[in-house]
């Protein structure tokens, strides 16, 4: 059957939790999800399972009610948004050593993590002057949107951060450390991190950027810019809705209005960050 693009829904959910069994439920999901035709990404790992994927709703419901279903996910929460058309070519079904890759085994998310904040908490969690608020996200995303004073840790890739948080952070300076990312996993992977580097109170936002501009109105956001997003959307706004971005069809970056003003830029070819370098593989 072929996908009503009126009701096409992208989902995305994430869960820590002690997975013994990737081969068998790889299987079983890879079959769910050709025969519901959902395109996207699907990371299992030991430590649990990550995923966007989209589809008609109730393809994607089936896929849910599924794994719903097994005790280890009766909890799992599906951030959704809608799209007029496919934002994946194609569906991956993929067995990881990590769902987020940090390469730090004292980083343990299915034994301990730190204190989520919900949406409409965050604000009053962030404007706390005692508070160290951190954008664990990388450097391409932060410049597409971020919390109003959020540190920008400067990262290429999340393998980073251990780096970052050696160089900048003290668990004797920084008692209190709050974090955020693209829709909670990276942040809550962060927070196990610290966690086991001796820091003691950790918070992170519930559900990430994605749930805070779903749920918060933009006059009483502290949010700036759009969110970056591993798909053709580029980047979502408040309400999740698509916002202003472009992707480079050259490099992969994120691109701004004003990027596509620039004299560098050449549609599908070249933008101001890539412009005479080759080729490269795309985000």
Known sequence: ???????LTVSAFYKFVAIDDCARLRTELRNLL??????????????????TISGESERIAAVLNFLRSQPRFHDLVSKEAVAPAH????????????????????????????IYVAPDQWNALIDDPGVVVIDTRNIYEVKTGTFEGAIDPGTQSFRQFPDFVAANLDPLKHRRIAMFCTGGIRCEKASSYLLARGFNDVYHLEGGILKYLETIPPDESRW???CFVFDERVALEHGVRPGSFEMCKN??????IEDRKSSRYAAGKACPHCAGIKPATRR
């Open 1 to 7: 059957m072929t996908a009503d693009p009126a009701r």
């Open 251 to 256: 490099c992969g970056h994120p691109l701004s």
């Open 87 to 114: 934002p994946f070519q194609r569906l991956k079904v993929k067995i990881k050593r990590e769902i987020v890759t940090l390469a730090r085994p004292e980083a343990d998310s299915t034994r301990q993590l730190g």
């Open 34 to 51: 050709e025969a519901n035709t959902i395109m996207g990404t699907l990371l299992i790992a030991p430590e649990g399972i990550n995923a």
């Open 224 to 226: 700036r810019g759009e």
